[in-house]
Every structure is written in C-alpha cells, then in structure tokens.
C-alpha cells in the first residue's frame, strides 16, 4: 500500500509527534520505501508459526513487592526543571495565564 | 610502557605490580583524550575529575591489597549508561540537560575503575553510522572523513585511538559489532541478557543488548568473567554459568579442528562490496591454512531479517519513546494544552528518532497495519529456528561486520533504508537472541574490515573461544591511525 501524506499527518497527531510541512514530502518518499520493503513478509507461508516477541530463557526475576530503593533529595534536585533555593521545586501556576507566575511546592 | 596499547590485562598486571600508579594511568589515557577528541568527536562528556578522584581511590584500595578485576582501570561508557551525578543525553536534545540520580547497574559494578567520560553515539542509539547524534558525527580514526559507525560510534573510536582500553556499548541491531569492524577493535554482543540492561537508556527492549569495545577477545573474555552477573533489577537478565577461568580457556583457543560455517545466503549478498567480499575470502584462507574446517551453512530465512527488525524494532521504539512528554520523563516544554506540552517536548526529537516511531506506531496501530508486527515476530521465530539448526553443524558461524567499507561522512546520509539495509550481516543475531563478536579482519583497501563470529544461544564462552582462535590467526595488521 501507499501512505499518504494526510495519513502521515495522522501517524504524527498518534505518536505525539510535530511535523514541518515542508518536512513531509521526503518523509512520505521515505516512509513509503520503508512500508514496502519490510511488507515482502507478507508474501510469506507462515501458517503455525508462532510467534517470539521476546528472547526465552530462565524463570523471570523476582523480587519481593516492597518500597526499598529511596533517591536522597539533593541527587533529585538537579533532575527537576527549576527549584528555588530552598530546594522546592517551581512549577508553572495552573490558573493563570502568564508563564511567569509560578508556585513553589 | 606504552598505555595506550596495553590490553585489560597487562593494565591489570602492571597495576598490581605497582609498575605504575592508577593516577598516572589514568591521566595518560586523559592526555590522549585532551589530544584526539577535538578531532574524533568520540565524547559528549570528558568526566577527568571524576575519573581523577577514582583513580585516586583505586590507589588507595591497590596499596591496601583490595584489588578487583577493575581496580583503576579507566573505560568509557557509552552515554546511554545512566551515570548518578554525571550528565547523560543518548546523544538527544530531549535529554540535553539530564543528570540521573542512580547507576546503571553495569556502571555501579565497576564503581572503583575510573569512568573516563561518556562516549557519543547515534541518537538513543538509532543509526548505523554516529551521525545522528545531536552532538555532532564521530570521525573514524583511520580516516578522519569517513564515520566510525554506530550507534556505539564513540565507544568504538575511542578504544581504536587509544583513548580507552577498553569501553560499554549497547547492540540493539549490530550497533556494537559493526562499529568493531569499522575501527579494528573487538566488539563484543553477548546472549542477550548477559549483561544487565537496567539503567540502559531503552531503544527497543526485546533487542537491547548491552557488550564491550576492547583491543583483544581475551579483554572480551576477561569483561564477561567478571562483570557478567544476573541483575534482580533486569527481569531479562540471564544467569550466567561457567565464567570461573574463562580468560584462561580462550587463551588456550586452537583453531585446528574447529569448524566454521559460512552462510550462504550472506556470501550471495548483491550489496556486498567486492573489496569487503575479498578481505573475508583472504580470512577464509587464513583459517584453512592453519587447520580450521570452513563449511557451507545456510540461514534460509536471514535474507527477511532486515524486513522483521524493522517492523519489531520501530515498534518496541514508538512504546519506549511514548514516555518522553516533556513532564515526566524529556526535557520541560511548554504548552497550551497537554497535547501542546508533548508535541513541543517530542520536537527536540532528531529525524531518525521520528521517523522509528512513526513507523511503530503504524506498525502497532489496528488503523493502519498492526498485522505487519505478528507476521514480524513469526518471522523472528523462523530466524532464530535457523540459527540453532545451523550451530549443530559447526563450532562457530564467521561472516563480515558490515557489507560494506567505513562510509564516507555524509555519504547515506538522504536515503535511511540504504542505511537499513547495511546491517543486513547484524540484525540477525539481535532477532536470535545469539552472542557474536566482531575481531580486526585483514584489511579492505587500507580500511578496517571486521570478522563477525557467531555463536549458539547461551554459548557464549565457545564463541569467545573461536573467535580467539581466528584472532591468533588472522593477526590483522592494524591500519595506520589518523590521530
């Protein structure tokens, strides 16, 4: 089959993803060079042949359901996008429109 | 002494011996990093103080008589390890700014050898060449304008420039292996699941294979020995068995009586390059000379592997990437909307990231074509059949790294199957699961060419021991280094 570049558009608007127009003409060429080799499988007899979607070994790890594993606040601290010298973490205020309101938590 | 040539081992040796200090060691390999990154591009990050303070602490416990396998042994991971207080990016933009509060459990295994800095790599490790990533291609040190390959592309050239003597790499569709064959290093993807992925940046997780860059398969050996382990924190990690004395068993490879299979459907390869085709026939007579037994195998169903991993792989991408909202995990975007917030955060996305999920998210969506994934995994069974039937017939399977020579920077760079299509000899082995390693093959047109060597499902140790026998054989001339 043939993809479209409205359909494209759609794939984007499901993955979350931002497209440039200008981008979608090439990406069409190449999603659909890509959509036809890899759809030769279908042409395939694959009748019983179950399938593997992950590599089998061993029984699976377990480990007992309990918290155990705690991250001390500095090691946290310079994973957030912005905290105050307090070390509370900034975020950008819900109810008001402008970006420079924001409440400490 | 000369550092930058000296293997794990002889580091090793000369640690204990106090022929030299880890701070000295240490700071040598820096030097040569100071020197040669500005030129090569292999680090996003040059952790020197970092590394300084471990070597320091690795003295310490050395003169104490404390000394494990990797006590002062500088190495360079790949900057998809999470590193606890050390940026780590995957080579995004999405990630420009992280800084993980944790270690990988690879890189919490090896808390008293001094990490040197974290290598580039194609962008969350998709690509065949180092030039996706956001922070700029890695030259091959061979030839400043051709690629070093990838995705482990920083990994591998900084092993090849004596920046390292040794580095972590991931290999999801031979992205360990073929940078190996394009920097004459020894590149190392165990069974999947021998190492453990937890704290690995995930691409596509039934696939994510986490290995080693080092000068010799004795290294490779050595790494496995001691840094192989099950990992309650990777439900996919495998326990590994018989490790105790495995350097010392690949040593002792011979190659006389060992026999090899060569898949025919790999050698009847179109896009094969005939300098490639011929540097692997000259290897072929190199390990018959010496006694080794060549056979014809077949792998009926390789020639669909590169269809399969390209539906499994984007599809396992589009579900691993979906975590990236610019509020939880991705760097902070803003927004009108919760739609707005994620469209502006996944932006940061480089278009190889975009274009693997879009096709899993066509590849998984019952809108557009979801069957293409179950056909996939059927195939993936059929591949993984054709491996074990074939291994009962040889000690070891042997084909190139790569079809073709390092490319030119640039070079693929407008056509992304062209580029899909060149890992057609490493995608196999992802899909099967199976340990292979990539050794220094003789040379096609003064560049490196690597020798894949294949083994059977958990066997990790016997492909070791072939390749080792190939590597005395072969004794692969290194080409001359351009830094």
Known sequence: ?105 | MNLQTMTLQELRTALDAKQISALDVTNSYLAQIEETNPTLNSFITVTAEHARARAAHAQKEIDAGNSGPFTGIPYVAKDLFATRGILTTAASDVLAEYIPPYNATVIEDLVDAPMLGKANMDEYAMGTTGEYSAFGPTKNPYDLARVSGGSSSGSAASVASGQTPWSLGTDTGGSIRLPAGFTHTVGFKPTYGTYSRYGAIAMASSLDTVGTFTRTVEDAAYLLEHLAHRDPLDTTSRETVNQQGLTERVRQADIRGMKFGVPREFMELEGMQPAVKEAFMHAIEKITAAGGEIVEISLPHAEYAINAYYILAPSEVSSNMARYDGLQFGSRALGNSIDEVMMNARAKFGAEVQRRILIGTYTLSGEFDESLYHIASKVRTLIINDFAAAMTQVDAIICPSSPSIPFALGENANDPLAMWLLDIFTVPMNLAGVPAVTIPGPLAHGLPAGIQCIGAYGRDEQTLVAAAAMEKVLMSTSPVLAV
Request: proline share 4%; glycine share 2%; charged share 25%.
């Open chain 1, 1 to 105: 089959m043939n993809i479209s570049a409205e359909e494209i558009k759609k794939l984007a608007s499901l993955a979350k993803l931002h497209l440039e127009e200008s981008a979608i003409p090439k990406l069409t060429v190449d999603l659909n060079n890509i959509f036809h080799h890899i759809e030769v499988l279908k042409t395939l007899d694959l009748g019983e042949v179950p399938e593997t979607n992950a590599i089998h070994h061993q029984s699976t790890v377990l480990r007992a359901d309990e918290s155990s594993m705690t991250f001390a606040k500095e090691d946290m601290l310079p994973t957030m996008p912005r905290t105050d010298e307090a070390g509370n973490l900034i975020v950008n205020a819900v109810f008001q429109d402008s970006d420079e309101t924001t409440h400490a938590v």
